[in-house]
């Protein structure tokens, strides 16, 4: 089956620690996207990658860090820098350019704090 | 810079019923604009997309136009079931300088009672 998948479902993360949030991706796209979700609110996007070794900064990237060495791979590193984590935090994936182009969501992932 | 606005933010009706949920956009220089359905704590899913040149989209009963020049669109879901019961939020991909990225509204919740 294609599709993107992000593991794990929930994350807990303690105070000053550091957490891996993954995305994975066979639908053979170009671009990858990193998105914030908190209650109420749209999708506020953190990073997003045009191609392999190469990412940009979103609307609200401080705290978060992000690397892309494979095509398939798009994993999100929330830091302790980011005082305000619990959200849920979803993952896309498209083909860059085209008017016509849709993302692809994963499932998302829950982060809490403890 | 872009922002989109959705109109009302929760929205209660009877099984049968046809229904609009609205979205507005405070730039018109846009690629193009998507809806998607969101179940609670899933990803999205991507229902219909409008290309900027295009008026409407249609998928069985679901129906959205688009009005570039006024900034806005509808999404009109006819004989609505309980299974439509979801979060609806509308994005638009483009804007003054071109931007690849998609920017959201924060979304409809419907609920359809049977």
């Known amino acids: 089956d294609g599709g993107i998948t992000q593991s794990p479902k929930y994350l807990f993360r303690k105070e000053g620690q550091n957490v891996t949030l993954s995305c994975e991706q066979n639908?053979?796209?170009?671009?990858m996207y990193w998105y914030r979700q908190d209650p109420g609110q749209g999708l506020r996007l953190i990073y997003y990658?045009?191609?392999?070794?190469?990412?940009q900064k979103g609307d609200i990237a401080e705290g978060y860090s992000v690397s892309r060495e494979k095509k398939e791979s798009f994993p999100l590193t929330v830091t302790s820098a980011q005082k305000n984590p619990t959200a849920f935090y979803l993952c896309?994936?498209?083909?860059?350019?085209?008017?016509?182009?849709?993302?692809?969501f994963g499932p998302g992932t829950r982060l809490l704090v403890l | 810079k872009q922002e989109v606005t959705q109109i009302p933010a929760a929205l209660s009706v009877p099984e049968g019923e046809n229904l609009v949920l609205n979205c507005s956009f405070t730039?018109?220089?846009?690629?193009?604009l998507q809806w998607f359905r969101q179940d609670p704590g899933k990803g999205l899913t991507s229902l219909l997309l409008?290309?900027?040149?295009?008026r409407e989209q249609t998928s069985g009963r679901l129906n959205a136009s688009l009005d570039k020049s006024s900034g806005r669109s509808t999404l009109y879901i006819a004989a609505s079931q309980p299974g439509d019961s979801a979060t609806y939020l509308c994005a638009v991909k483009g804007g003054q300088g071109g931007s690849e990225k998609l920017v959201f509204g924060k979304g409809t919740k419907l609920t359809v009672n049977p």
């Open positions: 990658s045009q191609i392999v070794n190469d990412f």
């Open positions: 409008i290309q900027s040149s295009q």
């Open positions: 896309a994936s498209s083909s860059w350019g085209g008017v016509a182009e849709t993302q692809y």
């Open positions: 639908l053979n796209h170009d671009a």
């Open positions: 730039d018109s220089a846009i690629y193009n």
